[in-house]
């Protein structure tokens, strides 16, 4: 076992909120994405883990940023990620650009608006959707409608976790803008339930979401490979669904997660939105 891994919080890509390398990706093309999930999650476990020290946290993430480009073999993790993305003719920019990511969430813990939000967003959560579309060799076309769904997964799960994270990490990713508009305190984050201007942040938040997710919305019928295609119409649908409840719930006393039995009638409204983009190209599907 590696250092960083050593900081594993246990978590694997069936833990995740939305859909890695399923089986509708083709068989061929797993590997490749499962290597990358492996990767990321341990420079994320090692960034979140509450027991290690901020210094030994940058170390140990670039000892995996070494070990990615070749100038290392201290991680066993970027070894094995390096030696895939050779194999497959791929480059280490998306790999690299999430390390940033995990550095800035280990010495920036505010974020002063949505511009600052996002721009964490371009080397947290874009990258991810860039490689996937990289390993099916679906060229940059796509990158700008990739960019803002993948964007739009990472402020759910900001919203989501934003008392989980201030209260083991005093992490804040809700703007400081935004929170000072509605009069909200960062120690609201550590309440039982949302003070009303909490909720008034988070609703404002979930709602410039959504304009993400419009903007996305065109992504799946922009996907040459049909397997992928079909998998980010479902992850397009959970994100939907996960935003809309956000518009609502309050995430520090309610369940904003999907569960099991929730899942069938999602997955049965993406296949149709699928079908119908395939069946009527260039329409639009509700």
Not at 273 to 281: K, S
């Amino acid at each position: 076992m590696s250092e960083a891994a050593a900081l594993s919080s246990g978590k694997g890509h069936k833990d995740e909120n939305f859909p890695v390398a399923s089986i509708i990706i083709a068989r061929q093309h797993r590997p490749a994405i499962l290597a990358f999930y492996n990767f990321v999650r341990v420079a994320d476990d090692v960034s979140d883990s509450e027991t290690a020290a901020p210094d030994e946290k940058l170390r140990l993430l670039e000892d995996m940023r070494l070990s990615l480009m070749g100038a290392s073999e201290a991680s066993s993790e970027g070894v094995a990620l390096r030696n895939v993305l050779m194999e497959r003719g791929l480059v280490t920019d998306h790999a690299a650009d999430l390390l940033e990511a995990f550095r800035r969430d280990v010495v920036k813990l505010r974020y002063a608006d949505w511009g600052e939000l996002i721009d964490y967003c371009r080397y947290s959560a874009m990258p991810v959707g860039r490689y996937v579309l990289d390993v099916h060799e679906e060229g940059q076309g796509a990158w700008p409608l990739n960019d803002a769904l993948c964007a739009a997964l990472q402020v759910i799960n900001h919203l989501q976790d934003c008392g989980k994270d201030y209260r083991k990490l005093n992490r804040v990713y809700l703007p400081q803008d935004v929170m000072a508009k509605h009069g909200a305190q960062v120690e609201d984050l550590a309440g039982e339930t949302s003070t009303p201007a909490l909720k008034a942040v988070i609703t404002e938040l979930a709602a410039r979401n959504a304009e993400l997710l419009n903007q996305s919305a065109a992504f799946a019928a922009h996907i040459r490979d049909k397997r992928l295609s079909l998998e980010v119409a479902i992850i397009q649908r959970l994100a939907e669904d996960l935003n809309t409840r956000l518009l609502t719930c309050d995430p520090l006393c309610d369940r904003v997660h999907h569960q099991k039995a929730e899942l069938p009638g999602l997955l049965l409204s993406a296949f149709g939105r699928f079908l119908a983009t395939c069946l009527f190209p260039g329409r639009k599907v509700a």
